[in-house]
Structure formats: structure tokens, C-alpha cells
């Protein structure tokens, strides 16, 4: 399709783009892109391919065209809160090790910019008294304030 009027869903796909795309369980961004005084609002990023992020969401404005010129933005506030979420796996991954085992192996996640699951493998169930110790080193680590360092890798 070579246009989305106004209210209209659709995938737009620039040449170059900010945005970061669903990968490794973490969700894709979300954010506009802008064109003159009409927006489309991003509801999802994909990947598909190597180069080639598909931005799903709904146009609100007159008419966009391919070609067009337009100023990609991306909500930041939900990156930050999707990014520390990822970090939060990180320590999670490594309280579970500590206290369960180095056994544990992480299994699958999701991370979204209000909460995280992380799926893992372990032998039994935790016990209540695992997980609150789990939860304090976390805590710990979190309170820390470390310096993050973010790296995209394969």
C-alpha cells in the first residue's frame, strides 16, 4: 500500500529509524512519527530480516505517503522503564544462581516497561524463605545505583 489515510492502521518503514525492535523477550518501542502536523502513533516495533524494522500503529492526520519526510520519535519514558526491566533480569538471573544454584538456567523472558517474567529451570519449587532472599539481593543491587553500561549485541 502506498498511503494510510487518517484512523487507519498499517506498518511504516523508514530508511533509518531509533526505534528498537521486539528481540530476546523484550518488547518493541513505542513512540510517533511525525509529518508536518499529522502523527503515526507506533503501538509496536518489529524486526524482519536483517535491516528491515516494521513499525506498526494507526495514522491520525490527513494522508501519508511513501516518501514522505517525516521525524521518528521515540517514547522514552517506556524505553527507560523497558531498560531497567532488562537490567532487572540480569540481577535476577544472578540472585537465582546465588541462591538456588549455578545450575539455574534462564529459560525465556518477557520485558515490557511495567513488569518482567523470567522463566528459569530449577529441580523444585522455591521455597518462601528462597524467594525473600532472592528478593533482598536484588533489592540490594538495585539500591546500589550502579552505573549501566547498554550494549546491543547478536
Known sequence: METL??????????????FYAESG?????????????DRFEVEDTQKQGQDVYLHTGRFRGDVLRV???VTPKVDA???EATALNHSATHLLHSALR?????????????????RLRFDF???????????????RLVNEQIRQNDVVETRIMS
Open 25 to 37: 523477550g523484550q518488547v518493541g518501542d513505542v513512540g510517533l512519527i511525525k509529518l508536518s502536523g
Open 77 to 79: 519514558q517506556k524505553r
Open 121 to 135: 529451570s530449577h529441580f523444585e519449587p522455591v521455597t518462601r524463605e528462597q524467594l525473600q532472599t532472592i528478593e
Open 98 to 114: 546465588r541462591v538456588l544454584g549455578d545450575h539455574v538456567q534462564q529459560k525465556g523472558s518477557l520485558v515490557e516497561p511495567d
Open 67 to 69: 516518501g514522505d519526510q
Open 5 to 18: 489515510g487518517g484512523g487507519e492502521r498499517g506498518m511504516v518503514v523508514l530508511d533509518r529509524t531509533p
